[in-house]
């Protein structure tokens, strides 16, 4: 099966600074990725996707990039604010369906 | 759409009883998984169901673990019997097939005293 790393585990940034969360993929049929933010007490709710199409894709504030050759994506936060901080989970989708989550990052915004 | 509707929030019961989890997937979607979220081992994906079909079970912890999925729109998960190790907060999550994201439920608690 698919196996996905998180790194770091932990984040402290100053408000209005960057927060990149890094994520590696084991199986390179995984075609599908998708970045989750879970707040307290809340189920996890996707904050942007990326296809392995496509190398780079932005949202406002929020990007996301792909290297399919090397099997690993990051997630790119800029000028945090504290409603960011929040724990985030990256995840591979393989060819099989399946969703595999990472071990999440807890991001702390320091106002 | 209501989203993805989990009950109960909150479940507490004792050691050896039996427990049971309960998901409405979201309308159209066609594949639903049932995840187990706790700090020493994150999001564990315990089951995949495609079309009312379990397609992987392996993350089933054990025995104790059954799920089903008799129609289109209804799962659950259950425990019996339900041990202290097994409490978690166990998420539900739906989708269609293929490059699309899964829309989580709001969980429910469990703590098995």
Known sequence: GENVEQHPSTLSVQEGDSAVIKCTYSDSASNYFPWYKQELGKGPQLIIDIRSNVGEKKDQRIAVTLNKTAKHFSLHITETQPEDSAVYFCAARNTGNQFYFGTGTSLTVIP | ?113
């Not at chain 2, 079970?57 to 659950?76: C, I, L, V």
């Open chain 2, 1 to 113: 759409d209501a989203g993805v509707i989990q009950s109960p929030r909150h479940e507490v019961t004792e050691m050896g009883q039996e427990v049971t989890l309960r998901c409405k997937p979201i309308s159209g979607h066609n594949s639903l998984f049932w995840y187990r979220q706790t700090m020493m081992r994150g999001l564990e994906l315990l089951i995949y169901f495609n079309n009312n079909v379990p397609i992987d079970d392996s993350g089933m912890p054990e025995d104790r673990f059954s799920a089903k999925m008799p129609n289109a729109s209804f799962s659950t998960l259950k425990i019996q019997p339900s041990e202290p190790r097994d409490s978690a907060v166990y998420f539900c999550a739906s989708s269609r097939q293929g490059n699309t994201e899964a829309f989580f439920g709001q969980g429910t608690r469990l703590t098995v005293v």
